[in-house]
């Protein structure tokens, strides 16, 4: 960036150097060429006044001491008389553009190339009251001889020039760039670095950014360790009672008891592990997630018959009201909400309660609720029972074979789909939890 910039200001003030130069050049022998003009025309004038020319034949002044040319020539275009050549050599004069608009206009004016290249010609003519004209001419310079002249000096004006806007432009460069690399270098400030207002929204989107990185980072640490620690207790126990057994002092009736143990240990590690994975899948899924229209309604009929002997089991009555409402879904997915959101609903029970799942339509919406009479939660534990391994009851989540992650799958299924959660509890009561499908 900073050698585009720096190559650009180079650019920039180089070009604008050379465009100085020759806009000077050019306009200085537009000057040049005027004054001549100008100083050919006085002289003429001056001429005029003396009426030496009106009978070229007694002229004794003599042009060359002053650089000038003085030519008369008859209405004929015969030339009468010329201060450099014997004028009865000289060819017919009458085409000469300076002389033919004297003779029209009684003034005209030319500058031609002379022989040599580096010099121009400028002659001045005027009508005679005897009706000849008198030209004056005098050579000067042309502006490739004054360029050639002074481009030593405009070479050390422009090396100058040139080394004074390299140099700032680099100055330039290093103040514009100074910033954003400040910024680049600490991250953590950035709002006191800023200069630049058009860089706000950039800054705002990578410290949300920044922000974010930082807050996942964390998360996934605090997930790791919550992982480990919610492993180590099911192996713990694995190890304890096969450690028992192995050291065969346990008795034939411990020894199916410890099988069973580590049996449900060992299912409790699946389930738990399942449910990692589902949540990492979730959390890094790159893969197309396939959606279709889907009828909830059948989906929440399957799964309500699915847990009917699991509800019958906790003593439980699991019923579904409603009717066909289709959302745009993901099959496993829909299966995996309703099927966490049921099965809570019958574990955090109580005997002989019962749980409603109903579908609806509402106008654009979907509401899919399941609601129990069961044991509710308290406003405290409200906000949180949507986090990673968070449980209001450890012992009872454990007993029941919970893992502390079915609603986090909840909550990223949710997330997925066009759809938001709301939780609705009154501890000892029950608990309502709606998600709402948006059109
Ligand atoms: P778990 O596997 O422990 O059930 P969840 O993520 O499904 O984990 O739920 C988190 C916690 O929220 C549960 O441990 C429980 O304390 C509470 N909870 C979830 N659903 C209900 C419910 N229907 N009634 C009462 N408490 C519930």
Redesign the pocket.
């Known amino acids: 960036m900073k050698k585009k910039i720096n190559l650009q200001f180079l650019i920039m003030s180089f070009t604008a150097i050379l465009l100085t130069l020759v806009i000077s050049a050019a306009v200085s022998y537009e000057v040049l060429k005027n004054e001549v003009m100008e100083e050919l025309r006085t002289y003429t004038h001056i001429l005029l006044e003396t009426d030496v020319f009106e009978t070229p034949e007694t002229v004794t002044y003599d042009a060359k001491t002053d650089g000038l040319r003085i030519t008369v020539v008859a209405k004929d275009g015969t030339v009468e008389y010329d201060s450099d050549v014997n004028a009865a050599e000289m060819e017919n004069h009458e085409d000469r553009p300076e002389v033919e608009e004297a003779f029209s206009k009684g003034e005209g004016k030319a500058i031609r190339k002379s022989e040599t290249l580096d010099q121009s010609m400028f002659y001045y003519a005027t009508l005679l009251e005897n009706g000849c004209v008198l030209r004056t001419a005098k050579k000067a310079d042309n502006i490739w001889t004054i360029l050639y002249s002074t481009f030593p000096m405009l070479l050390l004006l422009a090396i100058i020039l040139a080394t004074l806007g390299a140099v700032l432009s680099h100055l330039l460069t290093k103040s514009i760039v100074a910033p954003i690399e400040q910024m680049a270098n600490d991250m953590d400030h950035l709002e006191s670095v800023c200069v630049y207002k058009e860089l706000r929204p950039f800054i705002t989107t990578i410290q949300k950014q920044h922000e974010d990185i930082r807050k996942n980072a964390d998360m996934r640490q605090e997930f790791t360790a919550n992982v480990s620690h919610e492993l180590k207790t099911p192996l713990t126990s694995i190890s304890g009672y096969s450690e028992l057994i192995e050291s065969g002092m346990a008795t034939d009736e411990d020894v199916t008891r410890f099988a069973g143990e580590i049996h449900q240990n060992a299912n409790r590690l699946l389930t738990l592990i399942n449910d990692i994975i589902r949540l990492s899948e979730l959390d890094v899924s790159t893969e197309e997630i396939p959606y279709e229209q889907l009828d909830l309604y059948a989906i929440a009929e399957k799964c309500v018959d699915m847990l009917q002997v699991n509800a019958e089991n906790h003593d439980v009555t699991i019923e579904l009201t409603g009717k066909s409402a289709f959302v745009h879904a993901n099959r496993e997915m829909m299966n995996e909400l309703l099927y966490?959101l049921c099965d809570?609903?019958i574990?955090?029970n109580k005997k002989g309660g019962t749980v409603n799942v109903s579908v609806e339509q509402r106008e654009e919406q979907v509401i899919l609720s399941v609601k129990?009479t069961?044991?509710?939660?308290s406003k405290e534990?409200q906000e949180r029972?949507f986090e990673r391994f968070?449980?209001?009851?450890r012992s009872?989540?454990k007993l029941t074979g919970?893992?502390?992650?079915?609603?986090?799958i909840v909550k990223h299924i949710v997330a997925q789909h066009n759809a938001r959660l709301e939780l609705e509890?009154e501890k000892d009561v029950g608990?309502q939890?709606r998600v709402i499908f948006l059109k």
Not at 374 to 377: A, E, Q, T
Not at 390 to 393: G, H
């Open positions: 966490n809570n609903a574990r955090y129990d069961g044991i509710g939660i534990h029972i968070y449980r209001v009851d009872r989540s919970g893992t502390g992650l079915g609603l986090a509890s608990t939890i």
